[in-house]
């Protein structure tokens, strides 16, 4: 039998949450996501799917 699965990988935020801020300048959108492909390539991660809901929270926090 032939079984679908997935993994949940959940990587801190950078400055969000229970995340240390970096202390380097230059910590965009753009480097996070270098950093989170090359840690989904280490962990044997050829190809994956990223859901970004932060961005949801942040206008529900702002607007409340």
Do not use: R, W
């Not at 959940?10 to 801020?21: K, N, V």
């Not at 230059?26 to 996501?33: L, M, N, S």
Request: aromatic share 22%; net charge positive.
């Amino acid at each position: 039998t032939s079984f679908l699965g997935f993994h949940v990988i959940i990587p801190s935020l950078p400055g969000y949450g229970f995340s240390e801020a970096p202390k380097k300048f230059g910590y965009d959108t753009e480097k996070f996501a270098s950093i989170f492909n090359e840690l989904m390539q280490k962990l044997g991660y050829k190809e994956y799917f990223c859901q970004v809901l932060i961005i949801y929270i942040i206008i529900f926090i702002n607007f409340k």
